[in-house]
């Protein structure tokens, strides 16, 4: 699941930014994406004056990355990282389900 959440922000920062920025830049937060539990606030910061690429996961180190007064842009991922876990959750229920029961149900994201 981890590496379809970090798919999720290459291609959101790509989409962002450039695919050559994404390329460039993702080696900075890209292993990161392993330790990261989908939920609650999940947003990448891209300095465009220094370069570089951060993930925020609260709203102060949001404000941290942000409140220095260079150009940046937030890329907000914490709702599709959720999305992302609950399609994964409902793949799981239908495949556990005894054969003549599987069908795709609606699995909420805790």
């Given at each position: ?9 290459l291609k959101a920062f ?97």
């Amino acid at each position: 699941m981890s590496d379809a959440v970090e798919l999720c922000g290459l291609k959101a920062f790509a989409d962002a930014t450039s695919p050559q920025i994404a390329k460039a830049l993702w080696p900075q937060v890209g292993s990161q994406f392993a330790s990261i539990l989908p939920r609650g606030q999940l947003d990448l910061v891209f300095d465009e004056q220094f370069f570089s690429v951060a993930i925020a996961r609260t709203g102060d180190e949001l404000r941290a990355l942000v409140a220095h007064g260079r150009l940046v842009r937030v890329i907000a991922l914490g709702e599709t990282a959720r999305e992302i876990v609950r399609a994964f959750r409902r793949v799981a229920a239908v495949q556990s389900s005894p054969p003549g029961q599987r069908r795709p149900r609606d699995v909420r994201a805790s």
